[in-house]
């Protein structure tokens, strides 16, 4: 096992911005699940995946949970990566939380932290399948809103650079639109990746991006599958009860909280997130009572599993016992799935785990 030191210097050339300055706590090597089959995990994966994209064809049921002027954005063309935020519960049951198909992070660093803890076997899986939704012959642009975490997406960009490709990367600000067409710079852009959550999109912008030439890559299509109401039309032992807010079940809703989690469809980085076990009676009344009849759903609370874990962390190496999810990642290219990439692990001592509030992360070896 590498030291700190040694780990942090290997890892460096992947924070092209903050040369780890951000100290992100990771695991110091890749973790096996006991009697966890991983073929049968990424199968149902996979499978959940066709269900969600044939529920989101259905324009009539499209529109029970999303916008008349969203469906009429669509093209069904699904190209993108996405993220399936699954744990395992009390029973080392899998249950599908919910999917990230905006931006997923991280997709190149992920190649970099693997290849590091394999001790320098080198892994190229996600960037592999990333080059394959990219054509070399056009003008690429990587936007991004101004925030404080850019590594992910600038090392995108030098790969891309180191690799020949026309790209550019900027703020969603700098970019014109003329007679149906996109420039940058009066450079005309023909292909966006976007590192934005859809919901930050004014509806001007999305408006002027969808009456453009210009291809979204993870566009509002797969906005739509990560939709958590999305996930009541599919019946799988992985899923949760999940269901809309409504008026019908408030009152049970509020008799029963220790059962239940509520959240915003749209949400992102768990803004808006309310647990039972985190909330007064008296709040969860007023809560359910506030967003019944809105764009909140709720959903069956599951119970999660702890791990003990080794992290590079504050300088050395510490040993936790923190709650944990399985995060894997599947690429789509029209629709159709061309590969598994790694299956991230978040870790955490409070049971929302968000990478960016409070966790660190690490890999189910495969």
């Not at 892994?123 to 990219?134: A, V």
């Not at 490709?165 to 420039?183: A, M, S």
């Not at 007064?280 to 709720?298: A, M, P, Q, R």
């Amino acid at each position: 096992m590498k030291n700190y030191k040694q780990f942090r210097n290997e890892l460096q050339h992947a924070y092209p911005v903050s040369k780890w300055k951000i100290k992100l706590p990771i695991c110091t090597q890749l973790l096996n699940l006991p009697n966890f089959d991983i073929n049968n995990f990424l199968w149902n994966i996979r499978d959940i995946y066709t269900r969600l994209v044939s529920v989101a064809q259905d324009k009539e049921k499209l529109l029970k949970y999303c916008s008349p002027k969203l469906v009429d954005m669509m093209t069904w063309n699904y190209t993108w990566m996405i993220r399936f935020d699954c744990i395992l519960n009390t029973q080392w049951q899998i249950k599908l939380l919910e999917l990230n198909a905006d931006y997923p992070d991280g997709i190149l660093m992920h190649d970099y932290t693997y290849w590091i803890l394999l001790n320098g076997k080198k892994n190229t899986k996600h960037l592999d399948m990333y080059l394959q939704f990219f054509d070399k012959t056009k003008t690429l642009y990587i936007l991004y809103k101004q925030q404080f975490f850019l590594d992910s997406f600038y090392l995108e960009y030098e790969c891309l650079l180191d690799l020949w490709y026309n790209v550019f990367i900027w703020t969603r600000d700098e970019l014109d639109f003329y007679d149906g067409q996109c420039y940058y710079r009066w450079i005309k852009i023909e292909q966006i990746r976007s590192c934005m959550d859809m919901s930050k999109f004014t509806a001007y912008q999305m408006d002027v991006l969808s009456n453009t030439s210009v291809f979204m890559l993870n566009s509002y299509d797969l906005w739509t599958l990560a939709n958590k109401a999305l996930l009541q039309e599919i019946d799988h032992a992985y899923i949760p009860k999940t269901q809309f807010l409504t008026q019908d079940i408030a009152t049970h809703v509020i008799e029963n909280k220790d059962n239940y989690v509520i959240k915003p469809i749209d949400m992102y980085e768990w803004i808006g997130v309310y647990l039972w076990n985190a909330t007064s009676h008296e709040d969860w009344k007023h809560l359910i009572e506030e967003y019944k009849n809105t764009n909140y759903i709720v959903q069956e609370f599951v119970d999660m599993q702890k791990i003990k874990v080794a992290l590079y962390e504050d300088g050395g190496i510490v040993d936790k016992e923190l709650y944990f999810d399985l995060c894997p990642h599947i690429f789509v290219k029209d629709g159709k799935i061309i590969g598994d990439g790694h299956i991230l692990m978040r870790f955490s001592e409070n049971r929302i785990l968000n990478v960016a509030k409070w966790g660190g992360i690490g890999y189910l070896k495969k």
